[in-house]
């Protein structure tokens, strides 16, 4: 990786802020659409993890406003610049959580990205920061993984 600077990772920060907005409005979707027999346990997952989204993207714009960056803050610069896309509507519940999977393996890389930049330029508190929200989607994942069978 070359010379990080402050510069580069406040734009780190910015992909997970954006990405991670994207992630609540989907997560949303998925909470109100998902039906059949699953329903009920998906439901609740969801709400819970558009819970947990919105912590991170607090938490994220929080740490980037500290080191004297500027969160991303509108529809469209979310959706320019996050590493997931919208839901479509469209999906089963089967396919909701397939795709959570493929979005939060997208994101666990995104934050190791970060958390090497973070290193990279001295910053512990946001390598920390980004760990604990790694450590959470790890979670996620296997879990996920184990719901759908995978």
Do not use: C
Not at 65 to 80: H, K, N, R
Not at 90 to 101: K, N, P, S
């Amino acid at each position: 990786m070359p010379f990080m600077t402050t510069k580069n990772l406040q734009a780190i920060l910015n992909k997970q802020i954006s990405t991670w907005s994207v992630l609540y409005v989907k997560l949303h979707n998925y909470h109100w659409y998902v039906k059949g027999n699953q329903f009920f346990t998906l439901h609740v997952k969801f709400q819970e993890l558009y819970e947990e989204a919105t912590l991170h993207v607090d938490d994220i714009a929080e740490r980037l406003l500290a080191i004297g960056g500027s969160p991303y803050a509108t529809m469209s610069e979310y959706l320019e610049h996050s590493v997931v896309k919208e839901a479509t509507r469209t999906e089963t519940a089967t396919e909701m959580v397939d795709t959570l999977i493929s979005d939060f393996s997208n994101v666990a890389g995104e934050l190791k990205d970060g958390m090497s930049a973070a290193a990279e330029t001295g910053d512990e508190t946001t390598g920390d920061l980004l760990l604990a929200i790694h450590k959470s989607l790890e979670k996620h994942l296997w879990m996920l993984k184990a719901f759908n069978g995978r």
